[in-house]
């Protein structure tokens, strides 16, 4: 069982910055994918960034230019910087993980963090 722990969520006001971290608990190596989704109330989670292993990187045409997410294997952790944020960034952020097993891909997720950009 993979373990994925978020932190760094709060509440910002609109224009300023924060710092997502996942921390996964086995190592990033193994891990073929790490990105952040986001769920706001009363809506679908949805794509924000993704980063592949050798550190591709897929981002959600709302936040490309403010956003940058980032892989560290050695400490097994994925980062998204926010830059810029607006209210409607407002979400819960998860962190997921893309696990290849024998058969078929495994898929983690994190318990998430509360993002609030007032406006």
């Known amino acids: 069982q993979v373990q994925l722990v978020e932190s760094g969520g709060g509440l910002v006001q609109a224009g300023e910055s924060l710092r997502l971290s996942c921390v996964a608990s086995i190592s990033a190596a193994i891990i073929s994918a790490m990105g952040w989704y986001r769920q706001a109330p009363g809506k679908q989670r949805e794509l924000v960034a993704t980063?592949?292993?050798?550190?591709?990187?897929n981002y959600a045409s709302s936040v490309k230019g403010r956003f940058t997410i980032s892989r560290d294997n050695a400490k097994n952790t994925v980062y998204l910087q926010m830059n810029s944020l607006k209210a409607e960034d407002t979400a819960v952020y998860y962190c997921?993980?893309?696990?290849?097993?024998?058969?078929?891909?495994?898929?983690?997720w994190g318990q998430g963090t509360q993002v609030t950009v007032s406006s």
């Open positions: 997921k993980a893309d696990v290849p097993g024998i058969f078929t891909r495994v898929e983690y």
């Open positions: 980063a592949t292993r050798s550190n591709g990187t």
